[in-house]
């Protein structure tokens, strides 16, 4: 029985580490898809660290004057089921026909990765027909750290067209995946500060356990070292009176003289009376 248990015991875990690993496993090929046009180590680890984008499809609406676009683009894979393409320009048509433009092919990519950002490029799309002296359009997709999103939105930022030379579409996309990693947010003093309170709280619940428990302690006195704490008190209730009572100290003398010896002889007094009877 105890080895049955055990045994479904590993089993539970390797299955565990297993689903845990396979997402992983699984994402890293996604991004091997995309050829890099320049192949370095740098690009590379960029592009992996935007692996979580992967095998989905992120669409985005345009319109300029009557046309309607949709752009469609898939990091490393067949943007719209379209071989090969990165992203693709839909057209809608008054006809419900589309037309379909690859923008940039993923086989030409070129990554850019900072701190906060990584920049992709997607390269060799058809050639434009009558502007940009004809060349081939090209893709670039800003992906920037907000790190309350997991994967945001495909955004068309500009379509530049009107130039000679080096035409290109800008995307731009929100994503946690390209955020650095978290710094520890609490100052040495904070720290210091907690691990403070949490030395407090675990005093005061064992001191409280060990009166109550072995020491037998009811009440207040329960609260450990009672007598030491009472005489930190009075000594700084003692302390705070000579520093902040603004009341002449040469007139308290005098005063006490008065009160207090009267007080204290009193009791004594008292007890020598009841004694006899
Ligand atoms: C992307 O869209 C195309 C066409 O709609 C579809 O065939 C393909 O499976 C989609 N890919 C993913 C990863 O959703
Ligand atoms: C990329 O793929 C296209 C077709 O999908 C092909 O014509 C082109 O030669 C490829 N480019 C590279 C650099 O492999």
Known sequence: MQRLRNSIGDCLLVCIVAIQLFPLLYANNVTKNCKLNFETESERKALARIEPLGHRNFSADFVIGEDKYTYVFQLCGDAGGVPGAGIVQVKVQKTEQKSVTIIGLYNSTEVIGG???????????????????????????????????????????????????????????????????????????????????????????????????????????????????????????????????????????????????????????????????
């Open 115 to 277: 701190t906060d950002y990584v920049w992709l490029s997607y390269g060799n799309g058809e050639k434009y027909d009558n502007h940009c002296s004809q060349e081939q359009r090209k893709a670039f997709v800003m992906i920037f750290c907000n790190r309350n999103i997991n994967v945001g939105q495909l955004e068309v930022v500009q379509e530049n067209r009107e130039r000679k030379q080096n035409c290109f579409y800008l995307f731009k996309l929100e994503s946690s995946a390209v955020c650095p990693p978290m710094e520890h947010k609490l100052g040495a003093g904070s720290i210091i500060l907690i691990i403070g309170f949490c030395l407090v709280a675990v005093y005061l619940i064992v001191g409280f356990l060990y009166q109550r428990l072995v020491v037998g302690a009811k009440g207040i006195e329960q609260f450990p070292n009672y007598a030491f704490w009472v005489e930190v008190g009075n000594l700084s209730a003692d302390g705070c009176d000579f520093v902040c009572r603004s009341r002449d100290r040469d007139e308290t003398p005098a005063y006490r003289g008065v009160s207090t010896e009267p007080l204290d002889e009193e009791p004594e007094e008292r007890d020598d009376h009841l004694l006899p009877m």
